[in-house]
């Protein structure tokens, strides 16, 4: 397999276990090869790391939200957002992409603070300490 081949299936791999909403860029060959950050979150991508995968513990309370995402790579990665003040991340979360709304609660949510099962997401967590998560769920 050549090196071009290896980067064109990696790409492909790559571009499958990415959210629906994620951007990818292009490499100059034409394959994709990594998701690129919400517009709306700032960090220079050396100091950027994404955890694809399905959420297997939520929790919500005053001041911060914790998440354990089982990822497509086959780890296992615990995610803190920070939200002084108030138990509501939301300012904080996407939905495939778009911005998080009042409605999508109940596309994550079976009640408030519990988490539909096999809820997918991207957290993506900077060195500074920002995170944001995008939530990946199926269309109903």
């Not at 100059?28 to 694809?52: E, K, M, N, V």
Request: aromatic residues 6%; glycine residues 8%.
């Amino acid at each position: 397999m050549t090196r071009m081949h290896a980067a064109a299936l990696l790409g492909l791999v790559v571009a499958s276990c990415a959210p629906a909403g994620a951007q990818r860029q292009a490499t100059a060959d034409g394959a994709t090869s990594r998701q690129r950050p919400p517009a709306a979150f700032t960090c220079p991508s050396i100091h950027l790391t994404t955890y694809t995968g399905v959420v297997t513990r939520y929790t919500r309370a005053q001041g911060k939200t914790t998440l354990r995402i089982r990822t497509d790579w086959d780890t296992t990665e615990d995610v803190t957002l920070a939200h002084a003040g108030t138990d509501d991340p939301s300012a904080l979360f996407q939905m495939n992409g778009a911005p998080f709304t009042p409605a999508d609660w109940a596309r994550i949510e079976q009640r408030t603070g519990v988490l539909r099962d096999g809820t997918r997401a991207a957290a993506w967590v900077c060195t500074d300490g920002q995170v944001m998560v995008d939530w990946n769920v199926r269309r109903e």
